[in-house]
């Protein structure tokens, strides 16, 4: 055998055995999924979260063949989800559907369990959604300017609610106060029906919520919706104006959108994202996404990484400008 035969032979054989290794690999990433995917999230049975968590493994699970089980690990505001699929193993069985939150916990926490960032692979955002700013029905300010010109007039007197320090509704009556150059005071409470309630009863102001939680009130006529923080008005509640009317520029829209852990490979990201895009382009899918105030946003996982890098920098002015120290 000459040299150069050898060397042809080695490189050959060095090259097989190279494929030989990958197969392993590929064998279980063509077979995913073989079992059942859980998809956590840290939000209340109910809530926004967990309908659209819902609705959406309904759908995947008839793309992907397997059941996609939902699985509620509430508590800090989302964290508690977050930290399990920030630790578990890398094979795509479990993933979490992630809310605004997220990216104001970043911001607002002196130390998280995971690094926000770098210990996710992140799939696709699900829906965008603005939040709505309502007083009760009998509250003297008839629209946001007037709200705005009380709060001016008489500071830290007008209040608004949240369902928890560090939520993103929290974040969306600070970022009003900032851009407004008013002193709004924050009252938080524990989540569900509270908040509603208060702004109702009368012991608070200003609701800053869902359409989702506050559009039922709204249309009982217990409450009064001054304006959206969407960029326009919102096509669920047209005669509603934008924040912008008033406050020039301002817009906040929310989202939820899937991660799942750190070192997930590509093949199960990019299937996932793909059965993400099917479902949420499904007719009954919309109608359902509209009627809770929210619409489709599938996005690549780059674009929803720099989306949350995005999302960081902006709550970290917004902390900075309101003086809001940090948990």
């Known amino acids: 055998m000459t040299t150069s035969t050898r060397r042809s032979f080695v490189e050959a054989a060095a090259a097989t055995a190279a494929m030989l290794a990958l197969l392993p690999s590929a064998r279980a990433q063509d077979g995913y999924p073989s079992r059942p995917i859980q998809l956590n999230h840290g939000f209340g049975a109910g809530g926004n979260a967990d309908v ?4 959406l493994a309904q759908k995947m699970q008839e793309k992907l063949k397997q059941p996609v089980v939902v699985e509620i690990k509430s508590g800090a505001g989302g964290l508690i989800a977050s930290d399990f699929v920030a630790k578990a193993r890398p094979d795509g069985y479990n993933i979490v559907m992630l809310t605004g939150a997220h990216t104001v916990s970043a911001v607002l926490r002196k130390t998280l ?3 926000p960032v770098k210990d996710f692979a992140f799939i696709s955002t699900v829906t965008s959604f603005p939040f709505v700013i309502a007083v009760r029905a009998d509250h003297p300010a008839r629209n946001l300017a007037e709200l ?3 709060a001016r007039q008489t500071p830290d007197r007008v209040t608004f609610t949240s369902v928890g320090v560090g939520s993103t509704q929290h974040m969306v009556g600070e970022l009003l106060g900032v851009s407004a150059g008013v002193k709004l005071l924050h009252v938080p409470y524990r989540g569900g029906g509270a908040p509603v309630q208060a702004v109702i009863a009368g012991d608070v102001d200003v609701l800053a919520d869902t359409l989702t939680v506050a559009a039922p009130h709204i249309q009982s006529g217990r409450l009064r919706a001054l304006a959206v923080t969407s960029a326009q008005p919102w096509p669920s509640m047209p005669q509603v ?3 912008a009317s008033v406050l020039k520029g301002f817009e906040i829209r929310s989202w939820l959108g899937l991660a799942a852990p750190r070192g997930t490979s590509p093949q199960v990201v990019e299937l996932l994202e793909r059965n993400v895009r099917v479902a949420l382009d499904d007719p009954g899918v919309k109608a359902t996404l509209a009627s809770l105030g929210s619409e489709p946003a599938p996005s690549s996982p780059a674009r929803m990484t720099a989306m949350v890098e995005s999302e960081i920098r902006r ?6 400008q309101a003086g ?4």
């Open 52 to 55: 659209v968590s819902r609705l």
């Open 113 to 115: 369990p995971y690094a």
């Open 148 to 150: 705005l010109a009380t």
């Open 241 to 243: 104006p934008a924040v």
């Open 315 to 320: 709550w970290s002015e917004v902390v900075a």
């Open 324 to 327: 809001i120290a940090q948990q």
